[in-house]
């Protein structure tokens, strides 16, 4: 797969019968996979199949997954309450000899409130265990749609990842020219400290030597450039390779800072120093945007 990012969104509709739903999922960073689901009662097995597709489809993120559906109204039907209408049948019986009570007529029994009872019209098993498998297949349809939307990001972001990776190159090759100074400097900073401390130093020409070598072999970084100079292959593999690359590329960061650091603490020039800064910054950058990637 091409480099995908966490965030996105996508919307789908479906209708089944006298049902209509939609279908909404978007997706924000997270360092785990983490899918949520919200959706109408009778529908339960749904929850799985947005927990397993989401599984199928994704490592990283935060992913919640609505559906929202509505019956259409069928008309239903009506049902006379036979009971009541007997009931208010033989209450007529009992009043209706009296004088001055006219007889009940049947259109006036059936307009008593609960006489006639509307109907509704309800699934049956096989009715919704089909709607909730159209349902299931407008929630595939829906994350397929949102892994094609963190693709989109991911896009977006490898230029700006791979300029990034590009700086650091850069930096360490101007590191690596700056270290390459180093021993002179070294000696030469080691010379002027023994001048103002000894008025001839020209005996200790052989002490100045071998202490020179000493601290140009603690300020050694040739180790530190060669894992910067690893670590950059190794990036570049990553932002263009077929795997989800988020967590590795988090882990990869790490070093990175780890050998600059040593770079910094290591470095005996002042130059030496703003470069190994100035790749810090750009390696903590290039962290920030890490953070984005599935």
């Not at 006379?80 to 009043?95: E, H, S």
């Not at 988090?250 to 703003?274: G, P, W, Y």
């Amino acid at each position: 797969m091409a480099l995908s990012g966490m965030t996105g969104f996508a919307r789908v509709e479906g209708a089944l019968g006298l049902w209509s739903w939609s279908v909404e999922a978007r997706s924000v960073n997270g360092r785990n996979l983490e899918a949520r689901y919200r959706g109408p009662g009778g529908f339960d097995g749904l929850e799985r199949v947005v927990r397993d597709a989401a599984q199928a489809r994704f490592s990283r993120g935060q992913i919640q997954v609505a559906v929202q559906a509505k019956r259409a109204d069928a008309g239903g039907g009506l049902r006379i309450n036979t009971d009541l209408l007997d009931q208010l049948v033989r209450l007529a019986a009992d009043y209706g000899e009296r004088p001055g009570v006219d007889r009940p007529r049947l259109d006036g029994l059936l307009a008593v409130r609960g006489v006639i009872e509307a109907t509704e019209e309800t699934d049956t098993p096989e009715d919704r265990a089909a709607v909730e498998a159209a349902m299931g297949q407008s929630v595939l349809a829906v994350l397929d749609g949102l892994a094609a939307s963190r693709l989109a990001e991911g896009a977006a972001l490898a230029p700006v990842l791979t300029g990034q990776v590009d700086r650091i190159a850069a930096l360490t090759a101007q590191a690596e020219t700056e270290a390459a100074a180093q021993p002179l400097a070294i000696r030469e900073r080691f010379e002027r400290r023994m001048a103002e401390l000894v008025a001839d130093p020209r005996p200790l020409e052989e002490r100045i030597v071998a202490e020179a070598a000493i601290m140009a072999g603690k300020a050694d970084v040739r180790e530190e450039l060669d894992r910067l100079a690893a670590h950059i292959a190794a990036a570049r593999g990553l932002l263009t390779g077929e795997a989800a690359a988020g967590r590795r590329l988090d882990f990869l960061i790490q070093e990175f800072m780890r050998e600059t650091n040593t770079l910094c603490s290591k470095s005996a020039t002042v130059a030496l120093t703003a470069i190994g800064l100035e790749l810090k910054a750009t390696i903590e950058q290039f962290r920030e945007q890490i953070q984005n990637v599935e």
